[in-house]
């Protein structure tokens, strides 16, 4: 059952524990997190299957009720009712237990994660009913159904005749209709509802630390079985239930997560007792730290004054490991990351036999002497204690270059062998007093391994040894012993996607390290340029991309609906390379404003490729974010400072701002009464309020003195520099002329692209108007926050056409085509553009 407390082993008599407090602890551990992944990921699995796999769904719950249709209704009826009600008396027995326990903190964890999910489900309840689960049901439901609905009489309307399960046919909703009949018939909602099972799996997942693996499967079981019951008395459909389930066991791993479960992991007198259950006369156990990947270290004392150091893993490094491999397999190609091992045992049985592999090819490493169990879920391995320190514990003095010449030789020993340590960084190379190097850690090391392993442990190891004794010395010992080709082939390894974590922190605090290292590599081995390999699958910024573009075609897709494909297709073509051109106009006029804006002189055409990859980061950012963050880039590249780059963009900015502003001005005027009645301009008392809004919140943050030292140390400079910028534009009138004249090529290509596109409809509307409606549309669309405007443009400008009097039937193929013609085909050619420029290291 439930455990009430930790418990422990007694400590085998004679072994004191230093330096290790022995009361109950609690961590935020990564079997937690691994439960919230898990949780997170079949809850991405249903909602998917529910939103593309409705007939198999209701296939399913088709089958589940005609199932249960076949026994006699009396002993369906009595089943639900019973199961119903240790639903309502399992919350009650659980909240005494717990009372009765005194774990107060628990039965607040229980509760804290059972109210968010609950909230949570309540709130999405309306939304998976009206996207994911069967619609009003119209005909006869199984016969058992009706007869609980007649043993209450408070549930709905009784069937007159009762129908047997239908045919599953190709519309689900038909098919519903012809199995289960009136939903009249179903009890309610059904009980347990979704908002309980949520509940419930939030608090069983809360409780999962607690719990021994019986009652872990007895949890299971009972969800297993409402679940059941919900299907067929409720009618969820199956996928519904896998998402609801993983919402809310993911919120109970997250509440753990947040404040933390009971760490059981083995403890001092845990290992000193397994080891002396194994042979050894155990005197004193005492922590030596954590290695890099969280493994807990021991160092032993026994009767004979040996010394033994012990690397303890549990359940919990396991999961860590199981979302470290798995997070690089996904991430990186080319490092020969093995799947996760099936077992603790399995990764243990590993890491032992390379050690012992390696020491057999001559390498100097601890000599490995048991492996052991220590706790359930945990062992340990034990080794030869070494006399010694790490290479980021000692003192750099101490790396002679005898020391480089037998590190070197320690890895052209394990490569002789086709073994690659795989995590040869400053922790995992211990010294000696005598200034011997040895090899510790093999646990991810790997056997028969490939040309790129056996690289990447060189150039993990050059990089390693960079931090301590410099690039030059490095390289020069890394020549002598493996040779300048095994050296230059790691020559495209030498990149942080490549090396450890601890490596590459390091490396962060000294900038320009690791460029010095790959122009000594090219100086020692005569290696001309080379080009970094390629070891990631995907990044953040493909991730960020693909989801905005996810959004995007989210977006799109209702739009698409609305429009009729057999009016596009009966368009004038012939208007439609106008409209392309007049969209590549924008992308001169774009480039012309940018050279206008910059004090320095630019390149003309690539300066045009730059705004058009621009584009395409448009397209995957809200509100030009991703644009001017790659002109800014782009300028930068170019030998602008910073400061004036970031200063020459704004300045662009503002200038289109004013520019669209007076055409809006102009055009809403110009079109008459009719204009107004459809675009209202801010009023000069909302104005007013802004600036005296903006005014106050910046006066508050120069009375406070962080405000005023981020003024005077970090804004002021760049605000100096850019005004610099600036004034050099303000007082060029060419500058300022192609300033504010590309702004106006750019809006007005816009203009007539969409005057084209209502041209190849047959038109209907006067220019003018067209311009007011463009200037307004693209106004608002500017502040929504999907990609491009995707959704508020072309909403906006088919309101502003039919306000105008256009014909719905030509507004919205129209501004259909208009969007092709300048957002969806410019994004093929921006990304090329985006390419090209990153080849050349301009962007």
């Not at 309540?122 to 439901?141: D, G, H, K, M, N």
């Not at 390149?603 to 990859?613: G, H, K, S, Y």
């Not at 170019?638 to 289109?656: F, H, R, Y």
Request: aromatic share 8%; hydrophobic share 50%; with cysteine.
């Amino acid at each position: 059952m439930v455990n009430a407390g930790p418990t422990r082993d007694p400590v085998a008599p004679g072994i004191r524990i230093e330096g290790e407090d022995d009361g109950y602890r609690r961590a935020r551990l990564p079997s937690d997190l691994l439960r919230l992944v898990v949780a997170l990921v079949a809850g991405v699995l249903g909602f998917l299957l529910a939103s593309v796999l409705d007939n198999i769904s209701v296939g399913i719950t088709i089958e589940v009720v005609d199932a249960f249709d076949g026994l006699p209704s009396a002993m369906v009826v009595t089943t639900i009712l019973a199961i119903q009600l240790v639903a309502w008396i399992l919350p009650l027995l659980v909240i005494g237990l717990l009372l009765f326990w005194r774990r107060y903190r628990r039965l607040a964890l229980v509760l804290l994660a059972v109210v968010a999910a609950v909230v949570i489900a309540w709130a999405i309840q309306s939304e998976l009913t009206a996207r994911f689960t069967p619609p009003q049901l119209a005909v006869e439901p199984p016969s058992w159904v009706c007869d609980n609905v007649a043993a209450s009489t408070d549930q709905g309307i009784r069937a007159d005749d009762p129908g047997a399960v239908g045919e599953l046919v190709a519309d689900p909703d038909e098919a519903l209709r012809q199995v289960f009949g009136s939903h009249a018939c179903v009890p309610g909602d059904g009980f347990p509802s979704i908002v309980y099972l949520a509940g419930l799996a939030a608090a069983f997942s809360t409780l999962t630390p607690w719990l021994n693996r019986r009652w872990r499967r007895a949890g299971w079981m009972v969800l297993f079985v409402f679940l059941v019951v919900r299907l067929i008395d409720g009618l969820l459909v199956p996928v519904d239930a896998l998402l609801i389930l993983a919402l809310g066991y993911a919120i109970g791993a997250g509440v753990l997560l947040a404040f933390g479960s009971p760490d059981r992991r083995p403890r001092g007198h845990d290992v000193g007792k397994a080891l002396v259950d194994h042979g050894f006369d155990v005197v004193s156990v005492a922590p030596a730290g954590t290695s890099a990947t969280s493994t807990k270290l021991y160092s032993i004392r026994t009767a004979d004054d040996r010394r033994i150091f012990v690397k303890v893993r549990s359940l919990e490094e396991r999961a860590a490991e199981i979302l470290y491999r798995l997070y690089r397999m996904a991430r990186l190609k080319g490092f020969g990351d093995e799947r996760p091992f099936a077992s603790l045992r399995r990764e243990v049985e590993h890491e032992a036999g390379m050690s012992l592999a390696a020491s057999a090819a001559g390498v100097a490493t601890p000599q490995m002497l048991r492996v052991a169990d220590v706790t359930a879920g945990a062992m340990l391995i034990a080794y030869d204690e070494i006399d010694g320190s790490t290479l980021d514990e000692i003192d750099p003095e101490l790396i002679t270059d005898e020391v480089l010449r037998a590190t070197w030789e320690q890895v052209a020993a394990l490569h002789s062998g086709r073994m690659t340590h795989r995590h040869l960084s400053p922790s995992n190379i211990l010294l000696t007093s005598d200034g011997q190097p040895w090899l510790i850690d093999f646990g991810f090391a790997e056997i028969s391994a490939s040309d790129g392993d056996l690289n990447g442990d060189v150039a993990q190891l050059m990089a390693t040894l960079t931090l301590v004794v410099g690039p030059h010395r490095t390289v020069a010992s890394a020549v002598d012993q493996l040779g300048p080709d095994a050296v230059a082939a790691a020559a495209p390894r030498l990149q942080p996607t490549a090396l450890s974590t601890t490596t590459r922190n390091a490396l962060k605090k000294r900038k320009g390290l690791l460029d010095e290292l790959r122009i000594e590599v090219q100086e020692a081995t005569g290696l001309e340029e080379f080009e970094l390999e390629k070891l990631e699958r995907v990044n953040s910024r493909t991730v960020f991309m693909l989801l905005m573009l996810g959004l995007a075609f989210y977006v799109l897709i209702p739009q698409l609906a609305e429009v009729d494909f057999g009016e596009v297709v009966g368009a004038d073509w012939q208007w439609f390379p106008v409209v392309l051109f007049f969209s590549l106009m924008t992308y001169v006029g774009a480039a012309v404003a940018l050279m206008g804006a910059m004090p320095e002189r630019l390149r003309f055409f690539p300066t045009i490729l730059a705004q058009i990859a621009a584009s395409f980061f448009n397209r995957i950012a809200p509100a030009k974010v991703g644009g001017i963050a790659a002109n800014i880039r782009y300028l930068q590249k170019s030998g602008l400072d910073p400061a004036v780059a970031i200063a020459g963009v704004g300045l662009n900015n503002v200038a289109g701002v004013i520019v669209h502003v007076l055409l809006l001005t102009i055009f809403v005027t110009t079109a008459g009464r009719s204009a107004t009645d459809v675009i209202s301009l801010p009023s000069a008392e909302t104005l007013l309020l802004v600036l005296v809004i903006v005014l106050t919140a910046a006066g508050v943050v120069m009375l406070l003195p962080w405000g005023r030292k981020l003024w005077l140390r970090r804004i002021w400079p760049i605000v100096r520099k850019s005004v610099n910028g600036v004034t050099s534009v303000a007082v060029n009138p060419l500058k300022m002329l192609a300033l504010f004249g590309g702004s106006f090529v750019i809006t007005m290509s816009y203009v007539f692209a969409l005057w084209y596109s209502i041209a190849a409809f047959g038109g209907g509307l006067g220019f003018v108007a067209v311009t007011a409606v463009y200037l307004a549309g693209s106004a608002l669309a500017q502040v929504a926050p999907t990609p491009g405007g995707i959704g508020a443009a072309e909403a906006a400008l088919i309101a502003g056409l039919t306000a105008f009097g256009l014909d719905a039937g030509t507004a919205v193929p129209a501004v259909f085509l208009f969007r092709i013609g300048t957002f969806w085909v410019p994004i093929l050619p921006g990304y090329l553009a985006y390419k090209r420029l990153e080849r050349l290291g301009a962007l």
